[in-house]
């Protein structure tokens, strides 16, 4: 059984930082796209951050780059969203995500889905 587990979420000023972690089990990391998506009250949801754990390739939503970095440990089935210079537009229940093809883009819908974290920025 596929386990997405996400924590790290947290309530944090504007212009903070906080890391999410991404737990996953159940399938062959290597051979996942692992993605971060978010939800806001009253918008639609968002691919922010995806990675493929085979080649290590990434995507960033042009929000949040420069800003998010995704990052994994493969030994660890472990993906990390690191947020810094955090905005109140930030603000939303972030999903960790996976999908069987490793080349998967934000842009499409992904297979698994966790339980998301809420970020709240503060301005």
């Known amino acids: 059984e596929v386990q997405l587990q996400a924590s790290g979420g947290g309530l944090v000023q504007a212009g903070g930082s906080l890391r999410l972690s991404c737990a996953a089990s159940?399938?062959?990391?290597?051979?996942?796209?692992i993605g971060w998506f978010r939800q806001a009250p009253g918008k639609e949801r968002e691919g922010v951050s995806c990675l493929s754990t085979r080649d290590g390739s990434t995507y960033y939503a042009d929000s949040v780059k420069g800003r998010f970095t995704i990052s994994s440990d493969n030994a660890k089935n472990t993906v990390y969203l690191q947020m810094n210079s955090l905005k109140p537009e930030d603000t939303a229940v972030y999903y960790c995500t996976a999908d069987q093809d490793p080349d998967s883009s934000c842009l499409v819908e992904y297979d698994y889905w966790g339980q998301g974290t809420l970020v709240t920025v503060s301005s």
């Open positions: 159940g399938f062959t990391f290597d051979d996942y796209a």
